[in-house]
């Protein structure tokens, strides 16, 4: 049986990546940063009823020895990792001259040097094993920027060019890395918006409506399956026409 990582998977797009991945037969390792990340919280239950294995690992991925600890319990749990997906993800939004550094670097570790972390250890799995899919999760801000997202922007643009670095360095072990790019997708990140910014944002959307997150997890899921054997280091955009 093969196995994905999923990480910040406890609600939002992780935990709606790491359904469908169960759902594609994957056993699943699920990862937040905290064990009341999973309180009054049904995911691994839902996971397992499919008939997958499923695990908690709590860490920070920012830490990069706290990444390295996980990496080495999943490979111990399940016996390998075919699937990574950077996921975890935070924001700290604030006009430039008004954001502080510890906002600026906060979101920084969170966002960008846990990539590094986790496609560091899971990545040396994975040339072990010659095989892999890695996920990460860009968005639309590392792509053309926004205001009030510095912080945001800058570790989601980071991601692409690591995206991109990924798959040239560890392509001839048969490792695809890939990146997906959302727009706005309806999730607890996005509940916090005020309703004048949730408004002109909608106005902006071709599809008049913002995006769920099952439809990442359809991306995800293509993207980690064999019909994308030959997609590396790409970037796809899920905005439903947010950019164009
Ligand atoms: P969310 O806030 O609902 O979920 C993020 C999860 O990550 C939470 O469960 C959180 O506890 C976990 N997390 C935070 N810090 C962590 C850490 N240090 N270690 C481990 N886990 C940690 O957010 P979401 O909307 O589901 O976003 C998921 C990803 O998608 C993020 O990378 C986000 O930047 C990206 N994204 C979201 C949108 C959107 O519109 N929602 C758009 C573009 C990109």
Same mark, same amino acid.
């Given at each position: 049986m093969a196995t994905a990582i999923i990480t910040g998977s406890a609600r939002g797009i992780g935990a709606a990546i790491a359904l469908r991945l169960a759902k594609d037969g994957y056993d699943i390792a699920l990862n937040d940063v905290a064990e009341s990340c999973f309180e009054n919280n049904d995911i691994a239950d839902k996971i397992k *009823? =499919?008939?997958? /294995?499923?695990e908690i690992y709590i860490a920070d991925v920012s830490k990069? #020895? /706290?990444c390295e600890e996980m990496v080495k319990k999943v490979k111990a749990d399940f &016996?390998?990792? #075919?699937v990574l997906v950077n996921n975890a993800g935070i924001t700290r939004? &604030? =006009? =430039? *001259?008004r954001m502080s550094e510890e906002q600026y670097d906060l979101v920084i570790s969170v966002n960008q040097k846990s990539v590094f972390n986790m496609t560091k250890f899971a990545g040396a799995v994975m040339m072990k094993q010659r095989s892999g899919k890695i996920i990460n999760l *860009?968005?639309?801000a590392g792509l053309y920027g926004n205001a009030g997202q510095m912080n945001y922007s800058a570790s989601k643009a980071a991601i692409i060019g690591m995206t991109k670095t990924t798959a040239k360095e560890l392509g001839s072990r048969g490792i695809t890395c890939n990146a997906v790019a959302p727009g706005f997708i309806e999730t607890p990140m996005t509940d916090k918006l005020s309703d004048e910014m949730k408004s002109a944002i909608l106005n902006m959307i071709a599809m008049k409506r913002y995006g769920q997150v099952e439809e990442i997890a359809g991306v995800v899921s293509f993207l980690a399956s064999d019909d994308a054997s030959y997609v590396t280091g790409q970037v796809i955009e899920i905005s439903g026409g947010l950019s164009m």
């Open positions: *009823a =499919l008939g997958v /294995k499923c990069h #020895d /706290k &016996g390998s990792i #075919d939004d &604030g =006009l =430039l *001259a *860009a968005s639309v």
